[in-house]
């Protein structure tokens, strides 16, 4: 299968950045008119020098020398320096010491002069070789920081990760004239391909493999990475949120290696401001989302408190009705009595709606006071007659169980939701078991029990939540918005509530968990 290596053949030419060897300094072996203007320098010196030895004596001619020497070294380099010393020195010498007109130096003076001005063309060609290394550093940190901050701020720009990752990919190709791929992944947690420059439509195998090994490991890895791999490819990648969204693969055109190591803090640069404007986005798309969940929240209890209020008092009224009216035959009395077990169930549904109007605004009030288990549970059977249709409930609560600290109103509707859902959910016959008892942790456990099909695998959480109705399990009728009351009310006495299969598979088991902190002995209570 062939590579698709040579696309961008010849790219250094297309006018980008490319990524070829920073050239040398061509002031360190010297340049033709950089000898011939030191040179110069010192045949003028050497006339000027001349003219006035014909005036007399000078001793300290040799001073003159140090002009060219001082700007061959600083201008042209450390050779051009050295080359202007040495002949500054033999022109010093062959025109001004005698005996002149020859290269032999009789005085040790005279040799002190010569080696100044070749020890002034080392000095003041290093000093000079460490200013421009400065000024090219200084330079290039610049043409970095202006790079950097041009892209800071098409980043600025970028609202969505659609396009903050086809830009990432077209500033490093355009920076390092380098191919380049992103990958993402998807809710497999598989690399997936979002962008690359030149535009391909996937990646192939080894691409693959190293993308999906970098998305894993979060580590560098390709050819001068940590971890070598087979594909020519360099991946990267690109965290956000304490986690990676992202990882960026470089190649080169001809399949040599993507970048040399003294490119790589500008690559680590532009990945972080990648990763800081991913991190924003992603923010961004929170806090979107959060205001959509806290306004439909808003919404959905405004109309939970006004559709409540308005069925309150015409129910009230159906109720009232139908409880005063006496029926004249057998079947008229049937239909009476269903009408108002709907009515009932009606006004429990209406009830619920104002409790979790009550829950989510803050607005529950609760009084705890010492409640017997055992008169709860009977009230709770009491007011849920007429759903339970005749069945019966077995009661399994211990007279010598402790007393609970809990707001009897609150759990007395708890336990009625608890019933209810049992009796609509647990089959036609099967079998309602309400029994209490201490558990090893510490504390007691009020558990509902009935003989329904069960719940689905990891539902028991779920079915607490507001309107949850589980397609595939026994819980599929109903408002839902029973058992999210009953968690409600039991978090706000500090009870916690959980939701289980039997252990024998044959039902359900909802469960209500009351602390030892919250339980009082009989006498104590007293």
């Given at each position: 299968m062939p590579r698709r290596l040579d696309r961008r053949a010849g790219r250094g030419q297309s006018g980008r950045v490319s990524d070829a060897p920073i050239p040398s300094d061509p002031a360190r072996w010297g340049t033709l008119r950089g000898y011939l203007e030191a040179l110069g320098l010192v045949a003028a010196m050497t006339l000027l020098g001349a003219g006035l030895f014909t005036r007399g004596a000078i001793a300290d001619i040799g001073l003159l020398y140090l002009v060219p020497v001082m700007f061959a070294a600083t201008r042209h380099g450390l050779v051009t320096g050295i080359v202007t010393g040495l002949g500054s020195s033999l022109a010093y010498n062959f025109f001004f010491i005698p005996p002149i007109h020859t290269f032999a130096i009789r005085n040790p003076a005279h040799l002190v002069t010569?080696?100044?001005?070749?020890?002034?063309?080392?000095?003041?060609?290093?000093?000079?070789?460490?200013?421009?290394?400065?000024?090219?550093?200084?330079?290039?940190?610049?043409?970095?920081?202006?790079?950097?901050?041009?892209?800071?701020?098409?980043?600025?720009?970028?609202?969505?990760?659609?396009?903050?990752?086809?830009?990432?990919?077209?500033?490093?190709?355009?920076?390092?004239?380098?191919?380049?791929?992103?990958?993402?992944?998807?809710?497999?947690?598989?690399?997936?391909?979002?962008?690359?420059?030149?535009?391909q439509d996937r990646l192939d195998m080894l691409e693959q493999v190293s993308a999906q090994w970098c998305l894993g490991s979060g580590l560098a890895a390709g050819p001068g990475a940590p971890t070598p791999t087979a594909s020519e490819w360099l991946f990267h990648p690109v965290?956000?949120?304490?986690?990676i969204v992202a990882v960026v693969g470089i190649a080169r055109p001809d399949a040599a290696a993507p970048l040399r190591a003294e490119r790589l803090p500008l690559l680590g640069s532009l990945l972080d401001q990648a990763s800081l404007a991913a991190a924003r986005i992603m923010a961004e798309e929170e806090m979107v989302a959060l205001g959509k969940v806290q306004e439909r929240d808003r919404l959905r209890a405004a109309l939970l408190s006004s559709v409540g209020h308005d069925l309150r008092t015409p129910l009230t009224t159906v109720l009232g009705t139908l409880r005063a009216m006496r029926a004249e035959?057998?079947?008229?009395?049937?239909?009476?009595?269903?009408?108002?077990?709907?009515?009932?169930?009606?006004?429990?549904?209406?009830?619920?709606l104002l409790d979790m109007v009550r829950i989510e605004t803050g607005n529950l009030d609760h009084a705890t006071e010492p409640v017997d288990l055992g008169e709860a549970v009977a009230a709770a059977i009491g007011d849920v007659s007429r759903t339970l249709a005749g069945r019966g409930v077995d009661v399994e609560v211990p007279d010598d169980l402790p007393l609970v600290l809990a707001d009897p109103r609150l759990l007395h509707h708890c336990l009625i939701n608890l019933i209810d859902n049992a009796a609509r959910h647990g089959g036609a016959d099967g079998r309602i078991v309400v029994r209490a008892g201490p558990v090893d942790a510490g504390g007691i456990e009020l558990s509902v029990i009935d003989e329904g099909p069960g719940l689905p695998p990891g539902a028991g959480?779920?079915?607490?939540?507001?309107?949850?109705?589980?397609?595939?399990?026994?819980?599929?009728?109903?408002?839902?918005?029973?058992?999210?009351?009953?968690?409600?009310?039991?978090?706000a006495m500090g009870f916690s509530v959980s939701a289980a299969n039997r252990a024998d598979g044959r039902g359900a088991c909802f469960a209500l968990h009351v602390p030892s902190t919250l339980l009082r002995d009989v006498g104590e209570a007293a």
């Open positions: 010569v080696l100044v001005l070749l020890g002034v063309a080392v000095v003041g060609s290093q000093m000079a070789g460490r200013l421009r290394e400065q000024a090219r550093l200084a330079q290039a940190n610049s043409a970095r920081d202006a790079a950097l901050a041009g892209f800071a701020r098409q980043l600025m720009a970028v609202s969505h990760r659609d396009a903050l990752w086809p830009l990432l990919a077209r500033e490093i190709a355009r920076r390092f004239d380098v191919r380049v791929v992103m990958a993402e992944p998807d809710e497999d947690g598989q690399a997936v391909l979002v962008a690359s420059d030149p535009p965290a956000a949120g304490g986690k035959g057998p079947e008229q009395a049937a239909q009476l009595a269903a009408a108002l077990a709907e009515a009932e169930r009606l006004e429990r549904f209406v009830a619920n959480e779920r079915l607490f939540g507001m309107f949850q109705r589980l397609a595939g399990s026994d819980r599929t009728g109903g408002s839902g918005l029973g058992l999210a009351i009953v968690r409600g009310f039991a978090e």
